[in-house]
């Protein structure tokens, strides 16, 4: 509740002690205006609950919300039934103590549902197994038994309860429910033989006319129109749109089967007998009463119906007999007495019946043999009534609430003195009204009204209503709270009437008419019907009249005595327990959800005396609670209190009210509690509070933010120490398995290199595979990678001949993959090389220099002149070219020329003026000689004859080059010649030239002095 406080503004307050201005009535109207628009029915005086009818379903009576109210403190949440109920059971269960809720308010505030929902929560919060699921469902199914028989359509109320109820569950030592109780007070009987305009009967005749099957109809002879019988069609509203009689019906026979009655026929067949005695009328023949003939037909249904005499049953409808002197006494009845007897008959049969119902009732909720613990007790009964004319039902009412009101002062203030006492603070006397005075009034020893009305009732003579009242006059015209017509000052008689007395109430003055006191109080069933009721078979009566009843000579107790007496107990009862209240007003008359009348509530205020509970609540203080629940709330707002108080929490209280600046008169510390006389101390220290909760939220969330990233650090960092141990723990394996491994490998590669030399066997099996190995391993990685290159891995012993394979393996690769990637051009200069290896090599010494030395197709020192090129043949490609020194054939002078050949002819070309020198074709050429030595001199020869020039002696740095160009370009290769020391070569004219060819220290060609050429070439 307290978390509330902070809304009052919008919601008023939670808690009416808690309404700055508490004697104002209009601002307790306005509180409960407030709350019920915003749908908020509940709020409490104290630890009494208000509730205002919603008059509309609200969805606060979930399971979630039964949930929500069990077991939390009575003011953390808001205001509830639940929570009286919650707070009503814990206390049952903690202190071992019986409680009782006591319910009241005006018909249709909401009493019946309170009780409802109570009874629900009972059942709900309880612990559970099979039995007590069994013992549940028959306190909760007794309600729509009770209902139908008890409720009926009112003016204000469309299920009105006719009766007051006191229910009583009882729990065993685990707090579960074990069984029930039902009392019930005063049963309107008189509704079964006339409802207003308006209103009905008690539900039970509409459901059964409308849900009973055909055939239990046609055997109570009934029909199921509702206006063909008398005692139903009175108020002219059998059928109520609200009311479901036929579903209802269903529900009651449901909830006769869980209750348990196997004598639910005899039970219809009492109900069907009164609409059928309601349908009797009497013709009046000279003074005496007879049965109309038509209506016969009734009288001997209900005989049927009740297994009674009809004879017997006609006569005492008509008759009366009176016991005097041991003298019996017939005297006939005219016909308003025959009525008032049929109506009486009916009364008292169905009134009976009602409390043999409740007493079956009983009987299925009985411990039987359990033994219980503890109770609750539910009150459930009529509020203050006051309308326009009250009567002897209103004045047992009323009289009920001043009893109630009594209980209620005494309680409360016991309550309070005891807890100022047990918290150890001083008395402070309360000012109240006592109503005791009225009680008394009403209920002392022959001086109270209703043991004067049973004087008046007893007397001999003629007692009527008006005798009543002069005795009242005499008897009590003296009490400050009694006044009539006749005793009041003419100012107020002129407010009454001559037949009524008014009575000055606790909640007000209630005026009543004494028309109809003595008949009601009497309620007299006259002799004869209750022998006949005695002697029918029917179950039901035969356990309700008894006929001790009739052969007793007391006279039967009069309505007010009996309903003293029983109210006497139930205040007892009450007395016995703790109590609770709740307070039931309804906000308007029309049943209309959000409809506040002031004035309705402002009536219902007063008559429940709601102002007076507050006064005697808001006496001493307003507020209380324990050092815990206070210090726990507040301690924020100081700082020797915050986080927490070292001490005692009363001297948190007390430290926290000095800091709080709280003033000396406006509050108290007892032993347990901290009392604040006024709300606007609390409200201000709350208000306080409200502010610093923002500023503790601030802090709360940033602590909780940091403690919460530190449990993430510290979570990771557990993690990471976890990880990084286990991977150390897998590295430090895998090492170890390593090593193992490792040394089991050296071991085993010394053994097999110890034994390398046997053959092969386990121990050198491996060492030998992996000499293997290795060595191939080497191999690929010191192949040769050119055909020339000669080298090769050397092999261990083992592999010599694998070595060799291998060797001429890769050999035969290299020059597959050499040939393969071999140019067109490419393998004509090979081509050539081969043809110059097979015309030299071994046989001229400088061949191994001009192997290395690829052929080209120019060696010329500058271009071929145009002059040269303009005296080629047509036709003809100058297929190689190179400059050469040109010996002539006489003076052996050399002279620079430039040789070309073609396809054709060789051309030899002056290399200054490019002039043609000499031409010899290839179709000439008798050889291509060369000495066998180092020097570079060739010969084409060609005869010289027919002005040809003869052989031409050349030299370059290339000539086996130009021999080898030469001879293929020609294709006659078979010219080239290797000459030994010395060759001829033809001149013009037929003449020979010698050549000798020596090896010395320079190169050198001359003419030497015998004409000879001489060349010299360093040897290599
Ligand atoms: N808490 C509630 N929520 C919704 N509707 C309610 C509530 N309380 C009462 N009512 C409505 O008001 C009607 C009358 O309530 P209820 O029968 O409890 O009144 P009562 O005080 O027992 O009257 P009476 O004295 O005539 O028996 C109900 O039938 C229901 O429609
Ligand atoms: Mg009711």
């Known amino acids: 509740m307290e978390s509330a406080l902070t809304a009052r503004d919008r919601v008023g307050v939670q808690d009416f002690v808690l309404l700055e201005n508490f004697t104002s009535e209009t601002a307790?109207?306005?509180?409960?205006?407030?709350?019920?628009?915003?749908r908020l029915i509940y709020t409490y005086i104290g630890s009494v609950l208000v509730s205002v009818n919603p008059y509309r379903p609200l969805n606060i009576y979930t399971a979630y919300h039964q949930e929500k109210y069990q077991g939390v403190n009575f003011y953390e949440m808001p205001p509830h039934v639940y929570a009286i109920s919650d707070n009503v059971y814990r206390s049952m269960r903690n202190e071992n103590k019986d409680h009782?809720?006591?319910?009241?308010?005006?018909?249709?505030?909401?009493?019946?549902?309170?009780?409802?929902?109570?009874?629900?929560?009972?059942?709900?919060?309880?612990?559970?197994?099979?039995?007590?699921?069994?013992?549940?469902?028959?306190?909760?199914?007794?309600?729509?038994?009770?209902?139908?028989?008890?409720?009926?359509?009112?003016?204000?109320?469309?299920?009105?309860?006719?009766?007051?109820?006191?229910?009583?569950?009882?729990?065993?030592?685990?707090?579960?429910?074990?069984?029930?109780?039902?009392?019930?007070?005063?049963?309107?009987k008189s509704r079964v033989v006339h409802q207003a305009q308006g209103e009905?009967?008690?539900?039970?005749?509409?459901?059964?006319?409308?849900?009973?099957?055909?055939?239990?109809?046609?055997?109570?002879?009934?029909?199921?129109?509702?206006?063909?019988?008398?005692?139903?069609?009175?108020?002219k509203c059998a059928r109520v749109p609200s009311i479901n009689d036929k579903k209802d019906f269903q529900t009651v026979k449901n909830a006769l089967k869980v209750v348990d009655f196997p004598e639910e026929d005899s039970l219809f067949s009492i109900v069907s007998s009164v609409l059928h005695l309601g349908n009797v009328c009497f013709d009046d023949s000279g003074g005496k009463a007879t049965i109309s003939n038509d209506t016969m037909s009734h009288v001997r249904i209900v005989a049927v119906l009740l297994d009674c005499k009809c004879d017997q049953l006609v006569t005492a409808l008509t008759h009366r007999t009176i016991e005097a002197n041991r003298e019996k006494m017939c005297s006939p009845l005219n016909r308003d007495q025959a009525m008032y007897a049929r109506d009486a008959l009916s009364k008292a049969?169905?009134?009976?019946?009602?409390?043999?119902?409740?007493?079956?009732?009983?009987?299925s909720l009985d411990l039987k043999g359990q033994s219980r613990r503890n109770l609750i007790g539910l009150l459930d009964i009529y509020g203050f009534e006051i309308f326009q004319r009250n009567s002897f039902e209103q004045f047992c009412i009323n009289f009920c609430n001043e009893k109630l009101q009594q209980l209620f002062i005494r309680l409360t203030l016991k309550q309070e003195q005891e807890e100022y006492e047990a918290e150890g603070i001083a008395w402070e006397p309360v000012e109240y009204f006592n109503n005791q005075i009225i009680c008394d009034l009403v209920e002392q020893r022959h001086k109270g009204i209703v043991d004067i009305l049973d004087e008046e009732c007893l007397r001999p003579g003629d007692p009527t209503d008006l005798t009543f009242l002069k005795k009242l006059e005499?008897?009590?015209?003296?009490?400050?709270?009694?006044?009539?017509?006749?005793?009041?000052?003419?100012?107020?008689?002129?407010?009454?009437?001559?037949?009524?007395?008014?009575?000055?109430h606790y909640a007000g003055e209630v005026t009543y008419s004494v028309e109809g006191f003595l008949d009601k109080n009497n309620d007299l069933l006259f002799r004869d019907l209750k022998e006949t009721m005695s002697d029918a078979g029917n179950a039901v009566l035969k356990e309700t009249f008894l006929k001790a009843e009739v052969t007793s000579l007391k006279r039967p107790e009069t309505v007010g005595s009996q309903f003293r007496s029983s109210l006497n107990k139930l205040m007892e009862i009450l007395m016995s327990k703790e109590p609770s209240y709740v307070r039931c007003i309804k906000p308007n008359d029309t049943k209309q959800a959000d409809k506040f009348d002031d004035s309705l509530v402002r009536h219902q205020v007063k008559y429940l005396g709601l102002m007076e509970n507050l006064r005697v609540r808001r006496a001493g203080f307003a507020y209380r609670r324990t050092h815990?629940?206070?210090?726990?709330?507040?301690?924020?707002?100081?700082?020797?209190?915050?986080?927490?108080?070292?001490?005692?929490?009363?001297?948190?209280?007390?430290?926290?009210?000095?800091?709080?600046?709280?003033?000396?008169?406006?509050?108290?510390?007892?032993?347990?509690?901290?009392?604040?006389?006024?709300?606007?101390?609390?409200?201000?220290?709350?208000?306080?509070?409200?502010?610093?909760k923002h500023e503790l939220a601030a802090m709360m969330q940033a602590t909780w933010r940091g403690y919460w990233q530190w449990k993430k650090y510290q979570r990771m960092r557990e993690a990471v120490t976890k990880i990084s141990a286990h991977w150390r723990r897998i590295l430090a394996q895998r090492l170890k398995e390593k090593r193992k491994t490792g040394a089991q490998a050296i071991r085993k590669f010394i053994i097999g290199f110890m034994n390398r030399g046997r053959a092969r066997c386990p121990e050198n099996a491996h060492f030998l595979d992996f000499v293997r190995i290795s060595y191939l391993q080497r191999c690929k990685n010191k192949l040769p990678t050119s055909v020339l290159d000669k080298s090769w891995p050397r092999p261990p012993a083992a592999l010599i001949e694998t070595a060799k394979l291998l060797e001429t393996m890769n050999m035969q690769n290299m020059v597959r993959k050499y040939v393969k990637q071999m140019t067109p051009e490419r393998k004509i200069v090979m081509e050539e090389k081969v043809l110059a290896s097979s015309l030299f090599k071994d046989k001229k010494e400088s061949y191994g220099e001009s192997l290395r030395r690829p052929f080209a197709e120019k060696r010329l020192n500058e271009p071929m002149k145009p002059k040269m090129m303009s005296m080629i043949?047509?036709?003809?490609?100058?297929?190689?070219?190179?400059?050469?020194?040109?010996?002539?054939?006489?003076?052996?002078?050399?002279?620079?020329?430039?040789?070309?050949?073609?396809?054709?002819?060789?051309?030899?070309?002056?290399?200054?003026?490019?002039?043609?020198?000499?031409?010899?074709?290839?179709?000439?050429?008798?050889?291509?000689?060369?000495?066998?030595?180092?020097?570079d001199l060739l010969v084409l020869q060609a005869p010289a004859e027919n002005k040809e020039k003869g052989d031409m002696i050349v030299t370059n740095d290339y000539s086996i080059e130009a021999a080898t160009k030469i001879a293929i370009i020609s294709g006659k290769p078979d010219l080239v010649k290797v000459v030994g020391r010395n060759m001829q070569h033809d001149m013009a004219g037929g003449k020979k030239g010698e050549i000798e060819f020596a090896a010395g220290q320079e190169n050198s060609i001359t003419k030497a002095k015998n004409g000879n050429l001489i060349v010299i070439s360093r040897s290599r």
């Open 200 to 235: 009905r009967n008690f539900h039970i005749f509409y459901q059964f006319l409308e849900g009973a099957d055909d055939e239990t109809l046609r055997r109570m002879q009934l029909k199921r129109n509702p206006n063909d019988y008398a005692y139903l069609s009175g108020g």
């Open 628 to 692: 815990e629940i206070f210090v726990k709330r507040y301690k924020s707002l100081c700082p020797d209190t915050w986080p927490n108080y070292r001490g005692s929490t009363r001297e948190g209280v007390q430290v926290l009210c000095s800091y709080l600046d709280y003033k000396e008169d406006e509050y108290r510390i007892g032993k347990t509690k901290i009392f604040i006389r006024f709300p606007r101390t609390l409200f201000a220290t709350e208000d306080a509070f409200q502010a610093r």
């Open 28 to 38: 307790f109207i306005e509180n409960l205006r407030k709350r019920s628009s915003e």
């Open 873 to 935: 043949e047509a036709g003809e490609k100058v297929m190689y070219a190179c400059s050469v020194l040109k010996y002539d054939r006489h003076g052996y002078h050399a002279r620079p020329r430039v040789l070309a050949v073609t396809s054709k002819s060789n051309y030899l070309f002056d290399a200054k003026d490019g002039k043609l020198k000499q031409k010899i074709a290839h179709e000439s050429l008798t050889g291509l000689s060369v000495s066998s030595l180092s020097d």
């Open 474 to 504: 005499e008897t009590v015209g003296k009490h400050p709270h009694f006044v009539t017509h006749s005793l009041a000052d003419p100012k107020v008689r002129k407010t009454m009437q001559y037949d009524e007395f008014r009575l000055q």
């Open 349 to 363: 049969i169905y009134g009976r019946m009602f409390d043999w119902l409740i007493n079956k009732i009983n009987g």
């Open 100 to 188: 009782c809720i006591l319910i009241s308010g005006e018909s249709g505030s909401g009493k019946t549902e309170a009780s409802k929902y109570i009874l629900q929560y009972l059942s709900v919060c309880s612990s559970n197994n099979d039995k007590v699921e069994h013992i549940k469902n028959r306190l909760l199914q007794s309600n729509p038994v009770l209902e139908a028989f008890g409720n009926a359509k009112t003016h204000r109320n469309d299920n009105s309860s006719r009766f007051g109820k006191y229910m009583d569950v009882q729990f065993d030592y685990r707090g579960a429910p074990v069984g029930g109780h039902i009392l019930n007070y005063l049963l309107e």
